[in-house]
């Protein structure tokens, strides 16, 4: 081969290695003229390779004598030999006697060795590795094609190209002609030697002229073209590494702002609204109480929902967060104190439960109030009625008319106040009535108890008064009762059967007036049967009325026998037998408007009972249908073939069909508040109450929603690791292969089966490590997301702490610091300015000021100590 490449060395110009020669030496600060003499005394000659290779060689024989320079020129050609390079029939006499076709192919094997050798793109050789570089470079640029090193480059514009595409500061393309050779190749030389420091080694008018130029020449200089770039590429390529480092933390860390905001705002509402649900002070009127329940309804359809919807959009959002930190290797994001999902759930959970018994104490209130106003009414119409009969009763037992009456007058006088008493007995029960009706109201914290307990007091002791007044009344007639003798026994009778008699028409009358309150149909229909029984005795009532109506005609007979001239008044009773038969009246009209209350009251019971049922009708079929849908959920990412697209699809039409169904349960909202509106509190039809049907349906759709979560993130993870769809298929086959109970979890036997079946060689230790990675709770499940985690973890790569650091070492020029000058240099504005905010001051020594720590930095994007 060194034979083949001497003979091919008359082709070499001169010129062109004594100019790449002097590219070098001039960095020592020494140049050759001709370089078959120059390189004689083997001095020059060693320190081009010293130049070129960076290391130092034996020292140089100072002598001027034949041996001295043969000895010099054979260091040479042993360090050559020392690099790989075979040298043969090349000998140091050759060089020393100044064979100039030895010294061209010398300084070739040099050119060769230490400027093409290293040059291999794709695994190719230094020759075509050097020409596949250049094809690359060149491929956008029109009139370019670059197919080797002569005939390729007449025209002068793949050199221009090469410029162009690394420094587009230099050089106009677009002003240059192909019919313009001379002028593009002088173009390409002065700029390359003027701003690239690549000296001029070619003729330009040599190079036009001459059918096939000289390849090695070209080659020669093409290299210096690429060792003067490559370092930028170098550099371009760690920069472009750093940049997609970067915008996956500025990316992460502006996900981790958005998810502190919103957890700030839902745990702040959710702060002010508890307070609002704690707040148990009752209202005192119905309508006010109502008012609250109102409001609360609205907090249910309105204020509630949308943050149902940010609770479940902030775990979905923490969960891809996490995802995507895993892929690109960054330590888990932890919220701030008091914002994790946990803290989250917690205060949401506080907030059910308050929730909760808010409602529960807005029924209580409503119904205690109800029956407040029930018995505030009945308090108010028994005490009108006691005080009706009591008024003037004092002034009539404070008389003293039996200081002058007959006897026969004072005997009438205490037979009517035997009667008086007889009839204040029978208010007996009324006033307790009253009285309990009054504790009763007091006991249920009645807002006008005050009201009410200052007439129960007067009545009651007014009452205590009238049994004093009576009493004495009665021992003052006592007392002058021996001075009479006779007594009209008929006018007696009349009294004493018509007063009890009276009493039971007042109290009938009261029965038939009296105000209810029912819930069921049961209740009413209770009533209505003691309304039957009382119509029963209306008849046995009728006989006793016909009978006391018979005493006064037996008086009337009398008189009218025995020629007595009445006064027409009962002096026994204010009781006339018109009163009698006014009152009989009353009742008999009394009845039949019972009768239509209490059917009127049947009518709607049986409309609340029918509201029951068409509650119940529907609550029991969307309750199954909920749990059903839960269920299937749980299945759905097991169950669900195709790719990642098609299950996600499908899981968006299945979230269709649901959020389709939300008519049935805003129905269902519908007919509940019209149940609580009619004041139906219970429902023996259905287990299932509105509460259990909202909280049935916010869980389904935050499962659905989660449910597709876990699709998108497994999408996430196949795009960022570069899995191929049959990859994730084949896991997911593997998976639900093992997945025993179908349920989207295997136990860790089912799991270590599933690995040995995939080609996995376990013993207890790299078991128990795996175990560690996809269950790190030890909750002795492994999820199907850990599962692909696990698996794409093995089987894709990702860019490491190491990497990113190697990355800023070479725009640092192999520094352990860098500046901030080249940090804007090297990088887009905005990642260079988010670099210099974050990276701390390197401290060592004959570092200058502002020198920057990018190691410290590359470990802090993983989460990783200074490595």
């Known amino acids: 081969m060194l034979e083949r490449e001497r003979d091919r060395s008359k082709e070499i110009h001169p010129w062109t290695f004594t100019a790449w020669c002097n590219s070098h030496l001039r960095k020592a600060g020494t140049q050759i003229e001709n370089i078959e003499e120059d390189f004689r005394n083997g001095l020059k000659l060693m320190l081009l390779l010293e130049v070129i290779s960076g290391e130092r060689l034996p020292k140089p024989d100072k002598g001027k004598m034949r041996f001295h320079k043969i000895a010099n020129v054979n260091k040479a050609l042993d360090f050559i030999c020392s690099k790989g390079v075979k040298l043969v029939s090349i000998g140091a006499e050759e060089i020393v006697d100044g064979n100039g076709k030895m010294t061209l192919g010398m300084i070739w094997t040099i050119i060769l060795r230490f400027a093409i050798q290293d040059i291999s793109v794709e695994e190719t050789s230094a020759k075509e590795g050097l020409l596949l570089w250049c094809q690359r470079k060149t491929a956008p640029y029109r009139n370019v094609n670059v197919q080797n090193f002569h005939i390729s480059w007449k025209d002068g514009l793949a050199l221009c190209a090469l410029i162009h595409r690394h420094r587009p500061d230099l050089i106009d393309y677009s002003k240059l002609r192909k019919d313009d050779p001379i002028g593009n190749l002088n173009t390409a030389f002065e700029v390359a030697e003027k701003f690239l420091d690549i000296p001029k080694m070619l003729d330009a008018e040599d190079i036009v002229n001459t059918p096939k130029p000289d390849e090695k020449a070209i080659m ?9 770039f490559a370092g930028a590429e170098q550099a371009e390529t760690a920069a472009n590494r750093i940049c997609k480092v970067l915008a996956v933390n500025q990316e992460n860390e502006k996900l981790m702002e958005e998810y502190e ?51 479940c959009q902030l775990e979905i959002n923490f969960n891809t967060l996490q995802t995507k930190l895993r892929l690109s290797n960054r330590p888990a994001f932890m919220p701030s104190e008091g914002k994790m999902v946990s803290d989250i759930a917690n205060a949401w959970k506080g907030l059910e439960q308050v929730e909760k018994g808010y409602e529960e104490w807005l029924l209580t209130e409503i119904r205690r109030l109800e029956r407040l106003d029930h018995l505030a009414e009945k308090f108010k119409q028994k005490c009108s009625m006691h005080e009706a009969w009591t008024s ?11 200081e002058s009456a007959s006897l026969m007058e004072i005997r009438a006088l205490m037979r009517k106040h035997e009667a008086f008493e007889s009839d204040l007995a029978a208010h007996q029960d009324r006033v307790e009535q009253i009285a309990a009706i009054a504790q009763e109201l007091n006991e249920l914290d009645y807002h006008d108890a005050a009201t009410v ?49 009276n009493n039971w028409m007042d109290g009938a009358v009261e029965d038939l007036q009296d105000m209810f ?79 239509q209350m209490l059917q009127e009251e049947v009518a709607r019971q049986q409309a609340n009972e029918r509201l029951r049922r068409q509650f119940a009708a529907q609550a029991n079929i969307i309750g199954p249908w909920i749990q059903t849908k839960m269920e299937e959920i749980s299945h759905v990412s097991v169950d669900i073939a195709g790719s990642l697209e098609e ?20 129905k269902l909202e519908g007919d509940h508040q019209l149940s609580q509106e009619s004041l139906i509190f219970d429902n023996k039809h259905t287990n299932y109450s509105m509460e259990h049907v909202r ?88 999820t199907f997301q850990a599962f692909i985690d696990f698996m794409t973890r093995e089987t894709a790569e990702t860019d490491t702490a190491e990497q990113v650091m190697a990355s800023f070492k070479i725009l640092a020029s192999d520094k352990n610091y860098i500046t901030v000058d080249e940090l804007r240099r090297e990088l887009p504005p905005d990642q260079a300015e988010y670099c210099i905010s974050r990276m701390t001051r390197f401290v060592g020594p004959d570092s200058p000021a502002g020198a920057l720590d990018y190691i410290s930095f590359s470990s802090a994007l993983y989460g990783e100590s200074d490595l």
């Open 220 to 228: 020669t200089y093409v290299s210096c073209f690429y060792h003067a």
């Open 261 to 311: 905001k919103l957890a700030s705002e839902l745990l702040e509402w959710i702060r002010r609204t508890v307070p609002w649900l704690e707040n148990r002070v009752a209202e005192q009127t119905m309508r006010a109480m109502q008012q609250k329940l109102e409001d609360f309804r609205d907090y249910r359809r309105i204020h509630k929902p949308p943050r149902v919807q940010e609770k």
């Open 392 to 402: 003037g009763k004092e002034g009539l037992l404070s008389q003293k008319d039996y």
């Open 453 to 501: 307990n200052t007439r129960c007091q007067g009545i009651c002791d007014q009452w205590d008064n009238l049994g004093t007044l009576t009493q004495k009344r009665r021992d003052a007639l006592e007392r002058v009762e021996k001075l009479w003798e006779t007594i009209d026994q008929l006018y007696l009778e009349f009294a004493k059967r018509a007063a009890p008699f």
């Open 517 to 595: 309150i029912v819930h069921s149909i049961e209740e009413i229909q209770s009533l209505i049967t003691a309304h039957d029984q009382f119509k029963a005795t209306l008849p046995e009532a009728d006989k006793e009325r016909m009978a006391t109506m018979g005493i006064h005609s037996e008086i009337l007979k009398i008189a009218q026998t025995y020629g007595i001239k009445l006064s027409g008044i009962n002096p026994y009773t204010n009781l006339s037998p018109q009163d009698i038969s006014n009152k009989w009246d009353t009742v008999k009209h009394l009845v039949p408007l019972r009768d």
């Open 647 to 666: 299950q996600m699809n499908s899981l968006k039409q299945y979230e269709q069909n649901i959020i389709n169904y939300k008519s049935n349960i805003d």
């Open 695 to 782: 909280v049935g349906w916010e869980q389904l759709l935050t499962t659905i929603a989660r449910t597709i979560n876990e699709v998108e993130n497994q999408i996430l993870t196949r795009d960022a690791k570069g899995i191929s769809q049959e990859q994730l298929n084949e896991f997911r086959a593997s998976f639900n292969h093992f997945d025993r109970k179908r349920n989207g979890m295997m136990d860790p036997d089912d799991f270590r089966a599933c690995l040995i079946s995939m080609g996995y060689d376990l013993g207890e230790v790299e078991f128990a490590r795996i175990m560690t990675l996809v269950d790190p709770n030890n909750t002795s499940v492994v």
